[in-house]
């Protein structure tokens, strides 16, 4: 029988992910077949992945490598509803991995739920009939109780899936035992009742001193504490834009130890997507990536490189309007688009949606790149293998590079120029283009592979130097191997080769 079970938070951004991920690592290193899930994610942080109808669809990235840390093939039966924010309070709801359309809150709940849960359930029982264990992901806070009528990913899962609940709780932030107790009294007395235990994350002090405040809150709660996660970055993917520094701010991700390290520079659009894109450069040891604020200036930048966007035309009109399209025109080191991000760096934009209109319209482009970007109503969802010629930002780099691709509209060349980008032989503008210092791309990932990386740091001076300690999953195991009572919750290979919990097989 498959045993689930559901890590939900006292809040948003406690580790969850990190526990999930480090669960599964965990697990499968132990010979369970185990998969993660989450049954309603909302980021623009999106990979893709196998669709149960054999097509290609859209998950959260976070979920995307959980199932990597469970050493599975990522399907969209891993985050079955997707919720990516498009501003203005809507979202564009995917459903098992295509998009269905773009909705405000109220329409959401009010006519599209019920089909959202019934996809999440069916998700679930898919996994549950291939494997032991399901580690499922809680969104937000359990305890809020305006929603426990429609919490998805957190009360529903845990009816539908007959979850055993455990609780996470981040100690950084202070007030965690608080935020646990609260927590407990709020949730629904069906859902207390399947809670098993608590895990508290980001833990810097001493454990002999927080011991007592554990020993009260068992006894207070009659909920064991399963572990004290000590503080540590394992480098997984952020799931949303918690992370990002609110627009307006700026922020500095990477290397704090190195005496000259070298300076990326990334806007902070208003509706930045993937910013996962960027994270294989800040763990570079010499790299500090810098989100900016739209009218901040890019004089101390060794580079910059434009992300991408859920809204493409309205930011980069925020661009235009702050003069952050001339600081780049203005620019004389390597500037890299992603996506939406060499959309921007194109000519113009055609069939554009500028919102609050209603009307189409084409709108300029800041202008490094002679492609122009016609939208239509297609939506691109795939895996990736380019062939990659150095040129540009590039130079020097050759071989295959491989990503994935997640966009709508399609991107031509209005005049010469460089195609370094190629698949099944096809070089075009449609994958992406450079000049001598400027390349755009659709391919997301592309910083993951290390000959791209290295050919971009290379003109910047550096050569890659990520830290070598495992991949990000060995880290989050890593960090709770040692922290987290698993016997008392989660399922171990005995040296019979059945799987159990505390001597009760599965």
């Known amino acids: 029988m498959t045993r689930t079970v559901l890590v939900a938070g006292t809040a948003s951004h406690v580790g969850k992910s990190t526990v999930v991920a480090g669960l599964c690592r965990l697990l499968a290193d132990r010979g369970v077949a185990v998969a993660p899930f989450k049954a309603q994610n909302m980021s623009n942080n999106a990979h893709v992945a196998p669709t149960p109808d054999g097509e290609w669809g859209e998950i959260g990235v976070s979920q995307y490598v959980q199932a990597r840390a469970a050493r599975i093939q990522p399907t969209t039966d891993v985050n079955p509803v997707l919720l990516k924010p498009r501003g203005d309070g809507e979202s564009q709801l995917v459903i098992d991995g295509q998009a269905v359309g773009d909705f405000a809150a109220g329409s959401y709940y009010d006519e599209h739920w019920e ?44 009816r539908f899936a007959d979850a055993d609940v455990v609780l996470v709780a981040d100690i950084e932030r202070g007030g965690v035992f608080a935020s646990l107790v609260g927590s407990l009294e709020l949730v629904p007395d069906d859902v207390r009742e399947r809670v098993v235990g608590a895990v508290i994350t980001k833990f ?47 922020r500095v991700d990477g290397d704090d130890d190195h005496p000259d390290p070298v300076r990326i520079g990334v806007p902070r659009l208003p509706h930045l997507s993937n910013a996962t894109d960027l994270r294989p450069l800040a763990r570079e040891h010499g790299v500090r990536v810098v989100y900016l604020p739209l009218d901040d200036s890019l004089a101390a930048l ?34 890299v688009g992603l996506c939406g991000g060499y959309q921007l760096l194109g ?46 930002p590039f130079a020097g780099a050759s071989g295959t590079v491989s990503g994935y691709e997640i966009h709508a509209g399609e991107t031509v060349a209005t005049g010469p120029v460089q195609t370094p980008f190629a698949a099944e032989g096809d070089a075009s503008a449609a994958l992406g283009a450079a000049t001598t210092a400027v390349c755009g791309t659709y391919l997301h990932g592309l910083f993951e592979n290390r000959r791209a990386r290295a050919a971009f740091l290379a003109q910047l001076g550096l050569s890659t130097n990520a830290r070598d300690d495992g991949t990000p999953a060995d880290r989050a195991a890593a960090l709770l191997a040692d922290a987290v009572d698993l016997p008392r919750v989660f399922p171990a290979t005995d040296a019979t080769g059945n799987r159990s919990v505390d001597g009760r097989k599965l």
């Open 204 to 250: 810097r002090g001493d454990l002999d001193i927080l011991q007592p405040g554990l020993d009260a809150f068992e006894e207070r709660t009659g909920v064991p504490i399963l572990g004290v996660v000590p503080y540590d970055d394992p480098g997984l993917p952020e799931e949303d834009s918690v992370s990002l520094p609110p627009v307006g701010e700026r």
């Open 302 to 335: 060794d580079a910059v490189v434009v992300p991408g966007t859920k809204n493409t035309v309205d930011d980069l009109l925020a661009l235009a309007e702050a003069g952050f399209d001339d600081a780049l025109r203005g620019f004389d080191g390597p500037i």
């Open 347 to 392: 000519e113009r934009i055609e069939n554009a949606h500028v919102e609050g209109t209603g009307e189409a319209a084409t709108v300029d482009g800041v202008g490094l790149l002679p492609v122009v970007t016609r939208f239509d109503h297609e939506k691109l969802v795939r895996p990736a293998t380019y062939e990659l010629a150095g040129v540009g």
């Open 115 to 158: 089909r959202a849960r019934e996809a999440a359930a069916k998700a679930h029982r898919r996994l549950a009939d291939e494997y032991d264990v399901v580690v499922a992901e809680g969104a937000g806070s359990i305890a809020e109780i305006n929603l426990h009528d429609r919490d998805l990913a957190n009360v529903e899962t845990a």
